[in-house]
């Protein structure tokens, strides 16, 4: 792009966006090319600059995001739209360059609607403001995962993720209504008004996940909750992974807990010690239950019956409460990995007959073929089919290269691995926190023909290819 047309485009995009919410200056680039993937993150840790884009942009509403598109169509340059950059995939970093679309401008809480039971909202609102309004209402959202307070309704919304309480509640896809989208050619739309139909295929499904690769989510109405008369939890220690998995299965078939979290001994033994003070060997599984009082002591009885068949030890309310209040502390600096160790998160999903051997598979081939890491992992979304493993590999500092390129080839070796035994053993490139570019290479590992499906959505959508290019493998 030559300057001349450089400023074009620019005076353009100020048009659309008002100047002051239009910038080319190196500060504003900078902060918008490194979000938590931790490639980005090293790299600028080694000196590096990350791919940046050339203009960021903050529209305050669909018509401003339209405008945008408009112009990015016409001169064919690419979008990638951001958040608050918390994601872990990769899938903010603008690596074609072009526009940056910022939505934090499109914060704005419209409605708390108490007879519709939703919130609607900008998608540019940060979940724990929905929480907020929520709560001034004596509603909850229920969703609350650990960065509730620093990501976006529609960061969540692109990765499809899912928060504590899912087990009763679901993941972000179950509680949204209603949205509107903006196509890639700057048209607006409104998906249905009701989310569970036979009038064709669901459309927020089909932008649910998408990483902003075929459209910008802009409004949307997440559901809100009455609060619980009661919330109890309760404790256990496992003595092998497999009577957990079975008395989970058992319990699902009977009711739904909002919270049930599994850690195996490796974390149980670090973690769980550390934060919730849990010093005893073997696997700590903490249970929330909730809702009308009278129903939920009796499901308490039942988890109670259902637990002691498998030989769990009951530890009593007071370590669950505990892990209750610290839920986001495992998150805060001074527990959770950073640089410079090399780390990441290889959730995968699966049913319960493939659950517990992804687990051993995993941490067999990421230990024996690279010894100097470590695999934790719990279990913290489960469903009357099946779970997921949040499992973790951890690289202490002095083991990483301290080669930039070196480092990067240790990470994707890793990956590649762990991911590849997800999928030999049943399991899926990803749960919740989505594929972005660190995991778009597997995509066609897991679907085969059936990526053309995505393709074909997205050629016929965004001829152009201009949304969030080589992010979902796309």
């Not at 600028?44 to 990350?50: E, F, I, K, T, V």
């Not at 909850?140 to 504590?164: D, E, K, N, Q, W």
């Not at 941490?363 to 099946?386: D, V």
Request: hydrophobic share 40%.
């Amino acid at each position: 792009m030559t300057d001349f047309l450089f400023d074009v485009v620019a005076t353009e995009l100020e048009d659309a966006v008002g100047r002051e919410n239009c910038s080319t200056r190196t500060i504003d680039k900078l902060a918008h090319s490194v979000d938590y993937f931790w490639l980005s993150r090293m790299w600028a840790d080694r000196g590096l600059r990350m791919p940046e884009g050339d203009f960021i942009v903050a529209p305050k509403d669909a018509k401003e995001v339209s405008a945008v598109l408009k112009i990015a169509n016409y001169y064919k340059i690419p979008v990638t739209t951001w958040g608050a950059g918390g994601g872990t995939q990769g899938g903010a970093v603008p690596v074609c360059g072009g526009i940056v679309l910022d939505t934090k401008r499109m914060n704005k809480i419209y409605d708390v609607n108490e007879q519709g039971m939703y919130i609607e909202c900008g998608t540019g609102a940060i979940y724990k403001h929905l929480e907020y309004a929520a709560n001034e209402k004596g509603y909850a959202t229920m969703h609350y995962p650990s960065s509730l307070t620093c990501s976006t309704v529609g960061g969540f919304l692109a990765h499809r993720g899912i928060g504590v309480s899912s087990t009763k509640y679901g993941k972000i896809d179950d509680m949204v209504l209603q949205m509107e989208v903006v196509l890639p050619n700057g048209d607006i739309i409104e998906t249905s008004p009701a989310p569970k139909h036979a009038a064709g295929p669901d459309l927020n499904q089909i932008f649910i996940g998408s990483e902003g690769t075929l459209g910008v989510m802009t409004k949307a109405q997440m559901r809100i909750y009455e609060q619980p008369e009661s919330r109890q939890f309760r404790g256990f220690l496992f003595h092998n992974m497999t009577d957990a998995f079975n008395s989970g299965r058992e319990l699902l078939q009977k009711f739904k807990p909002s919270v049930m979290r599994l850690y195996d001994e490796a974390e149980t033994a670090s973690l769980i010690k550390k934060i919730v003070g849990v010093e005893k060997k073997g696997a700590f599984m903490n249970i929330a239950i909730e809702g009308v009082k009278e129903m939920a002591d009796l499901e308490m009885k039942i988890l109670l019956e259902t637990f002691a068949k498998y030989g769990a030890e009951d530890l009593g309310s007071e370590y669950g409460e505990k892990w209750w209040k610290e839920k986001i502390t495992f998150f805060y600096p001074g527990h959770m990995m950073d640089i410079p160790q090399c780390f990441g998160t290889m959730d995968t999903i699966a049913p319960y007959d493939k659950i517990e051997k992804i687990y051993w598979a995993m941490k067999e081939a990421i230990e024996t073929n690279f010894p100097q890491a470590k695999f934790i992992a719990h279990f913290s979304h489960w469903y009357e089919w099946g779970c997921m493993i949040y499992d973790r590999f951890i690289v202490d500092g002095d083991k990483v290269p301290q080669d930039p390129h070196e480092a990067f080839r240790l990470h994707q070796a890793i990956w590649n691995c762990g991911v590849r035994t997800a999928l030999a053993n049943g399991g899926v490139v990803n749960d919740h926190h989505g594929v972005g570019i660190k995991l778009g290479r597997l995509m066609k590992e897991q679907y085969g023909p059936a990526m053309q499906v995505f393709e074909g959505i997205k050629k016929q959508l965004d001829p152009n290819g201009i949304m969030n290019p080589f992010k979902l493998g796309l």
